[in-house]
């Protein structure tokens, strides 16, 4: 007979630490509180600032706050670890659920895992593998993946990833949940537009987040000259950090036959500031060259937008090709191109909204709770 759940343990960044993993414990914690018992427990320390030069924090929007959360875990000291471990073993938790993204965090979480042998623990892998891969992360996820009694995962590339890891890991796979959250204001289209400086009839096409190679930004901008082409008052807004390749990407950007169709807001979007980006837009473009899954499709989907994504990692599964969007090949700048085109010409906005809206409960916190609850109930049969 299954054991109950009632008590839960969620470790993992959260308000104010910025990003969309903080976004997402906030989100999960509020969910599994409508159910259970809660306790979140997050860091005193993220990331050394030799490895993390940027503020890691920002205060200015408590969507995400989660009151008495415990800033109790400094990833980089080991002294602190069994502390940290005393401290989540004295909230007698029934189940211990651990954000997973990046191997960084194996040393800290073997150190404070191996202290919680008695408590099962589950990971939210959000990457079983990192995005931009290097010497021995296989091996550190290995080793701090195995440590748990179940996975979640949210794509087919990662539970592939987790099946060849670690063969006989109880797991589920359950979509990447939509972020509705950033409706802060409920603005309309015509209220953003109005606040950005964009004119009502211009179409609007959005990449945003941080600007990564693997993200393929490169290709929007290939892609540019023949979507304005085609399109004519069409504007193309590049939103998120470039980080110390932003000269390299402007370059691009000149030399195309499209510069004057771009909107560049270069820099940390705070989570205040995100809505007026998607609820201005008119489709929405990840065009990666490689992923597991993607934050940025959940909040476009949050505001009813439109997404055309490429056929990789999970993309595939959370955009339903000439439904909710579209997908293309990465790295095909033409079929980019003629996908953005295609939306335009056929009128597809009103009728891709539906389908979104349609696949609410596809995405819900309510459906991940219930994933939750039913591998709980797998593993103490």
Partial sequence: MAKELNRIAV?????????????????????????????????????????????????ANKTFEIKNTRFIINTADPFNWNKAAEEIKSLRPDLVIVQWWHPYFAPCYQGILSKLKKI?????????????????????????????????VHSKEDEADLKEMLPGMPYRRNMHPTYNAFRLRGMSRAEARSALGIGPDEKILLFFGLVRKYKGLKYLIEAAPECAK???????????????????????????????????????????????????????????????????VQIAFGFGLPVVATDVGGLPEAVRDNKTGYIVPPGDKDALASAIIRFFTEEKALEF???????E???????????????????TA
């Fill in 11 to 59: 470790i993992g960044p959260v308000y104010p630490f910025k990003g969309g993993i903080s976004h997402y414990t906030g989100l999960m914690v509020k969910a599994l509180k409508q159910e259970y018992e809660v306790e979140c427990v997050s860091y005193s320390m993220q990331y050394p600032k030799i490895l993390f030069k940027k503020e890691q924090r920002d205060y």
């Fill in 120 to 152: 099962p623990v589950f990971f939210i892998c959000h990457n079983v593998l990192p995005h931009e891969r290097f010497p021995l992360d296989g091996l550190l996820s290995k080793n701090t993946l195995k440590k748990a009694a179940g996975c979640i």
């Fill in 353 to 359: 909204k539906e389908n979104i809206k349609d696949d």
């Fill in 361 to 379: 409960k596809r995405f819900s916190w309510e459906n991940m709770v219930m994933t939750i609850n039913g591998l709980y109930k797998e593993i």
């Fill in 230 to 296: 085609a399109l004519g008052n069409v504007k193309i807004c590049v939103v998120g950090d470039f980080g110390s390749s932003k000269e390299e990407y402007m370059s691009l950007i000149e030399a195309s036959d499209a510069a004057d169709h771009f909107i560049i807001r270069d820099g940390y979007v705070p989570d205040a500031e995100v809505e007026p980006y998607f609820a201005a837009a008119d489709l929405c473009i990840c065009p990666y060259i490689s992923a597991t899954q993607s934050g940025i």
